[in-house]
């Protein structure tokens, strides 16, 4: 019999890495819920029209696409079949496609109910997402997001509140070394113009948006290949490397801008958020000032986050940004959003390389009942009752075992406490308590080890 797999870019969470997971998730949670956002959900599966072109060309590559139910080829034309270009058959076999990111949906969500939101309009949403991609370390097919959007404003409190709940995460999370690059849209449009790429600024985008993987000799011939001359990549490339202060690189690209309106907007703009992020009383710690950054989604149009952990072989974290023209794409113009997004699956492994899950993550009961033949059992059965009725996790050993079995059972699942019923607890109501991690013992009645526990 063949043995049973899962697809490549796909993993299985067992009891040990979902209670982890869920530490990351509720942590999140708890953060957007302090700053207003609302739990929405859509769909796995959009159609392919509400995807398509929303990533630009190297996203629309990597949409899963679903076939179309039931005989899927009937309807092709046989000369585009006999061709073998997937191209030419895709729009008839498959309207839908599972979701790429969280985002677009939003935007279509926020369309298609656009009588009943109020605006600005504040949702958070925790879903896994797909991406045709080549898996490997910190990349997968499957993966969770966790994003928040604010939509109906373009008040760049929103992108200082961002800012604020990043590091509210971080804080949460235990992780304290990381970086949140922040740059503008508009700063690039500004380059573009400097170097009279006006016209193809999206080809300019892509390709500084691989700086980071394939370095600068590799991006200057994939420009160049596109058409992009010399004398404009040295000062492309002049600017992108410039290093220095967050104040010394404002005034450097001040001085850069005096002819560009595009430039000039996209520096206010960071600035304004410093500003902003300093009457909430915030210090800039942690913000870096990545005039390099440019993010490969083409949606973006103002301010845009990547967030790295520093010291750790894992990419971004979380990244988002401004987006003024999304709901434009499905016939509601002028309504500018700005998000951020959480990848859950790469903080775990961030997380387990640098051994910061709390202990307590693991815990999923607080209490267990061992027992030492059928009466203290059933006797157990109403003291876990009682507990479960105190708002107390507890879990009855099932089975009639050996007690050496029952406490091992509670070590590997770090239950932190057993309570162990024999018959001289049954005659006497004076239970022995057993403190697992420090290995102390004590005889108590019931109410007073649910105060104790309570009181932890």
Not at 89 to 104: A, F, H, Q, W
Not at 172 to 191: E, T, V
Not at 248 to 261: A, G, H, N, P, R
Not at 339 to 368: C, H, N, W
Request: some cysteine; hydrophobic content about 35%.
């Amino acid at each position: 019999m063949e043995k049973p797999t899962i697809p490549k870019g796909t993993r299985d969470f067992g009891p040990t890495q979902m209670a982890k997971r869920q530490y990351i998730l509720e942590n999140i949670k708890k953060v957007f819920q302090k700053y207003g956002f609302q739990p929405l959900e859509t769909p796995a599966m959009e159609n392919l029209s509400t995807l398509t072109g929303k990533y630009g060309e190297e996203g629309d590559q990597l949409l899963f696409k679903v076939l179309n139910s039931g005989d899927f080829l009937k309807e092709v034309d046989a000369i585009n079949l006999s061709k073998k270009d997937s191209r030419l058959v895709t729009t008839t076999i498959s309207e839908k496609g599972l979701r790429y990111d969280l985002t677009v949906p939003f935007a279509r969500y926020v369309v298609m109910n656009r009588g009943e939101i109020t605006f600005p309009f504040k949702r958070y949403q925790i879903q896994p997402v797909w991406r045709a991609d080549r898996p490997q370390k910190g990349r997968y097919r499957e993966f969770y997001q966790c994003d928040a959007d604010v939509v109906g404003t373009d008040s760049l409190i929103c992108e200082a509140e961002i800012v604020l709940m990043i590091k509210e995460v971080f804080k949460a999370l235990g992780i304290g070394d990381y970086s949140i690059k922040i740059n503008h849209r508009s700063i690039l449009s500004g380059l573009a113009e400097l170097c009279g790429a006006k016209e193809n600024e999206s080809s300019l985008f892509i390709g500084i948006d691989k700086l980071d993987k394939i370095g600068e000799e590799k991006v200057r011939e994939e420009l160049k290949s596109r058409g992009f001359e010399e004398n404009s990549l040295n000062t492309v490339f002049e600017i992108l490397n410039f290093k220095g202060t967050t104040q010394q690189k404002i005034d450097f690209l001040t001085s850069k801008f005096s002819t560009s309106e595009k430039g000039k907007k996209g520096v206010a703009d960071f600035k304004e958020v410093l500003s902003l992020l300093k009457s909430y009383g915030v210090t800039e710690d942690h913000i870096e000032f990545d005039i390099a950054l440019a993010r490969g989604l083409s949606y973006y149009t103002g301010c845009i986050f990547e967030v790295k952990i520093n010291k750790v072989a894992i990419g971004s974290v979380s990244g988002g940004g401004r987006y003024d023209n999304l709901t434009g794409n499905f016939g509601m113009p002028d309504v500018s959003g700005v998000g951020i997004s959480f990848g859950v699956d790469r903080l775990y492994d961030a997380m387990e390389e640098l051994q910061l899950f709390p202990k307590e993550a693991q815990i999923s009961s607080t209490v267990m009942i061992a027992h030492l033949d059928e009466d203290t059992m059933r006797y157990g059965l109403k003291v876990a009752h009682k507990l479960r009725q105190n708002g107390i996790a507890t879990e009855i050993y099932p089975d009639q075992s050996k007690l050496k079995k029952q406490l091992d059972y509670a070590n590997k699942k770090l239950i932190p406490f057993v309570i162990v019923i024999g018959s001289d607890e049954m005659k006497d109501g004076l239970l022995t308590f057993k403190n697992m991690e420090k290995g102390e013992q004590e005889k108590l009645s019931l109410t007073s080890i649910i105060s104790k526990i309570k009181g932890q």
